[in-house]
């Protein structure tokens, strides 16, 4: 079953077009990847998705059309989204960002479980639990805007260019636990992310966008294999 299903997705920044009838879709428990240079059409896409850009085309979530749906009644039926540049609130503490991201819940013992969940997937959070999350590192935002995101408890999590600035120990930690997420928890996730090696390597399924439009798509595996296309398109 596809959880998310994508057709003829176009978007605008006022008159400037940034997409062209992109076709995609992400399977249930599935995490679907979306590689491209920059100003491809990435973090459009996601925003497309979660209806903060302005959009034509129709997009289906958990079965039900979304298209010119509010973003907070998307986020309400699970969908969840790690902007890049952390998105955090720089000004509250690690906790109260977390208590924030359960801001749709009404489960009081269940938003505490899942925060002391949090606590054992990301030991340094709980360490800084009452820090401010702007003195945080940067790798430590990042954990804290992913488990913000999670404590909605989503079906579907988006996330934008998670590697972005963070040194490659910390990149692999926070990629190793993405991978727990999805495997224990069973979240579905679509990934926007420069690094085309370490989403490959995570995703069942890729997209690749040049200027706006889908130009090759397929098994993560394959194009990962393919050598031509890894330097064609890729880089690397």
């Known amino acids: 079953m596809n959880l998310l299903e994508v057709k003829n ?18 399977s249930q ?21 979660c209806q903060t850009a302005k959009t034509s085309g129709d997009i289906s979530f958990v079965g039900q059309s979304i298209s010119g749906m509010s973003t907070d009644k998307i986020v309400r039926m699970g969908m969840a989204h790690v902007p890049d540049g952390r998105g955090t609130f720089t000004g509250l503490t690690v906790e109260e960002n977390l208590k924030l991201g359960a801001y749709t819940r009404r489960d009081k013992d269940g938003v505490s479980e899942d925060i002391e969940k949090i606590y054992v997937r990301f030991p340094r959070l709980r360490e800084r639990y009452s820090q401010q999350a702007g003195t945080l590192s940067g790798g430590e935002q990042q954990m804290l805007a992913i488990s913000r995101a999670l404590m909605l408890r989503p079906k579907l999590l988006l996330l934008d260019e998670p590697s972005f600035g963070l040194a490659p120990l910390i990149v692999q930690e926070i990629f190793e636990i ?6 224990t928890d069973g979240v579905s996730m679509l990934l926007v992310e420069q690094n085309a090696s370490l989403a490959l390597n995570l995703a069942d399924h890729a997209y690749l966008l040049e200027t706006g ?11 990962r294999s393919d050598e031509t296309i890894r330097r064609t398109y890729l880089g690397y």
């Open 9 to 26: 997705l176009s978007a605008w920044y006022g008159p400037t077009q940034a997409l062209f009838n992109v076709n995609f879709h992400l």
């Open 29 to 49: 428990g599935g995490i679907t990847t979306i590689l491209g240079a920059n100003g491809a059409g990435k973090t459009t896409t996601l925003r497309s998705v």
């Open 178 to 183: 993405m991978k727990s997420i999805n495997q």
């Open 213 to 223: 439009k889908v130009v090759l798509s397929g098994p993560a595996e394959d194009i």
